[in-house]
């Protein structure tokens, strides 16, 4: 019978762990907000948003995560780039379907020190270390510097810097690379310019809605 890392051992115990612990989500945005009443992320420098939500997961859905995972198994993208590790829960998933495929390679870049150590140690822990990296710092510097052409790209941080990072990693974007942006109806308003962007045929893309949890966009590079 065929297999899937996903499915099995070690990475679907990584995954059902974190999922879990993930839980406590509403609770840690709940007890944020209260203590930063007002918050607008997008008037704070980056290292400031790593900084205060450092223990929040902020995970992809486990419907996303599969849904990764059969995109990237269809595409076999050579380079995925994930901006917005968190703990790796959506990077587990990508690096189980590059595995999958039998070639390619996960960039993951995350600002936020601990994260980095944690989505390190989970995708070690899943086995899939060897195919899946947590590149640390700021993605807009750090994603100006990756080797080669980007297949499948994943926009799953802070939603406002959406638009920039796709324009950073954009020359790079190989004919027909696909882009999923999430949480585009939950932050709609976050993520107006960048869904303006890529559903203006006159940028390169072709480009849709799914609706999947909180709101996909799936755009392909003409």
Known sequence: MPSSSLLAPPAANVIDRLFGASETDDAAFA?????????????????????LTGDI???????????LYQLVRAVRPRLVVEFGTSFGIAAVHLAAAVR?????????????PSKVAAARANLAEAGLSDVAEVWPGDA???LATLPGQVDFLLLDGWNHLYL??????????????????????LFADDT???????RDPAHGYISSPLPIDDGLELSTRL
Not at 31 to 51: I, S, T, W
Not at 100 to 112: H, I, K, P, Q, Y
Not at 172 to 182: E, P, R
């Open 192 to 198: 107006a310019d960048y869904l303006a962007y890529v």
């Open 140 to 142: 807009l510097e750090t």
């Open 31 to 51: 007890a944020f907000r209260a203590a930063h009443a007002g918050f607008v992320p997008r008037e704070l420098p980056a290292a400031r948003l790593a900084e």
């Open 164 to 185: 920039p990072v796709l324009n950073l990693i954009e020359p790079g974007l190989s004919k027909g690379a696909v882009v999923v942006a999430d949480d585009t109806v």
């Open 100 to 112: 999958d495929n039998g070639a390619g390679r996960v960039v993951s870049t995350e600002l936020s």
């Open 57 to 67: 997961y902020m995970p992809v859905s486990r419907e996303t995560g599969v849904f």
